[in-house]
């Protein structure tokens, strides 16, 4: 049964950092994208930002550029999102996600990926 784990989630003021972490189990998935979503208190879910397999690729939403970045150790199936400059209105829901299969895309849409974790909550506080 494949499992994806998310913690570090927590309360930061705004201006400081959070790194979350997410473990995959039941399967590696060295080979397929896997990606970080949010969603805010009656908001959609939206893409936070996503890695290729072997790390060398990632892709961002606009809103997260130049403050969160993605990396991950496959060796230890976990994916990493780091959080630095945070803003209020990065409140959310996160939610680590992997695609099944192999692409050489990474997706910004939920249909994009088959496996979700259960959610991480980051509170910033102005």
């Known amino acids: 049964q494949v499992q994806l784990v998310e913690s570090g989630g927590g309360l930061v003021q705004a201006g400081g950092s959070l790194r979350l972490s997410c473990v995959a189990s039941?399967?590696?998935?060295?080979?397929?994208?896997m990606a970080w979503f949010r969603q805010a208190p009656g908001k959609e879910r939206e893409f936070v930002g996503g890695?290729?397999?072997?790390?060398?690729?990632?892709n961002y939403a606009d809103s997260v550029k130049g403050r969160f970045t993605i990396s991950r150790d496959n060796a230890k199936n976990t994916v990493y999102l780091q959080m630095n400059s945070l803003k209020p209105e990065d409140t959310a829901v996160y939610y680590c996600a992997a695609a099944a299969g192999y692409s050489a895309l990474i997706r910004s849409r939920e249909e994009g990926y088959d496996y979700w974790g259960q959610g991480t909550q980051v509170t910033v506080s102005s």
């Open positions: 890695i290729s397999g072997s790390g060398g690729s990632t």
């Open positions: 039941g399967r590696t998935f060295s080979s397929n994208v």
